[in-house]
């Protein structure tokens, strides 16, 4: 008798396991053409000032993974930045600089976090600022380091490959 209880208990319990909600761990991730090359391009780094975490910066380079920006004249990206505790995450206003190879950018503009180059990136923050940055391409260089810099909190470097 017991044993038959037991089964049926498992098997009550897998019918509704089966019929749980699904996991949305991922659902920051979305599912396009473009993911594969974007997942790629795209990298996360965190600057640490006296053992807490202070800045979450996401930077994508755009070359490789849209056509709207495939070209031989700029080296393009979309960088987001989140300051914790912090409700302004302005580049500019909170004196962060950024540098590729140690150049400046040519153009830095601020795009809205619905705007169609943010919804391209497989990884946001829905709490940062996302900024798209545009550096003259310099041809032999095959390897391109974005730094972000703060005067208080450091630098952090996103490493990419041409």
């Not at 995450?89 to 705007?115: A, E, G, I, Q, Y």
């Not at 180059?117 to 310099?138: G, S």
Request: with cysteine.
């Amino acid at each position: 008798m017991k044993k038959n209880i037991l089964i049926s208990a498992l098997i009550i319990s897998f019918v509704f396991i089966g019929c749980a909600k699904r996991n949305d761990s991922l659902k920051g991730f979305k599912n396009t053409n473009q993911s594969p090359m974007a997942i790629q391009y795209t990298k996360k780094r965190d600057l640490i000032y006296n053992g807490s975490l202070k800045v979450m910066i996401f930077g994508t380079y755009l070359n490789k993974i849209s056509k709207k920006y495939e070209t031989d004249k700029l080296d393009s990206f979309v960088v987001g930045i989140h300051i914790k505790n912090q409700e302004n995450h302005d580049l500019v206003k909170n004196r962060f600089r950024v540098t590729l190879n140690n150049d400046k950018p040519k153009t830095m503009v601020k795009v809205s976090n619905d705007s169609d180059i943010v919804e391209i990136i497989p990884l946001k923050n829905q709490w940062a600022d996302y900024y798209l940055i545009h550096f003259d391409n310099k041809k032999d260089v095959t390897e391109l380091n974005l730094r972000i810099i703060h005067p208080v909190y450091g630098s952090v470097s996103l490493n990419f490959q041409k």
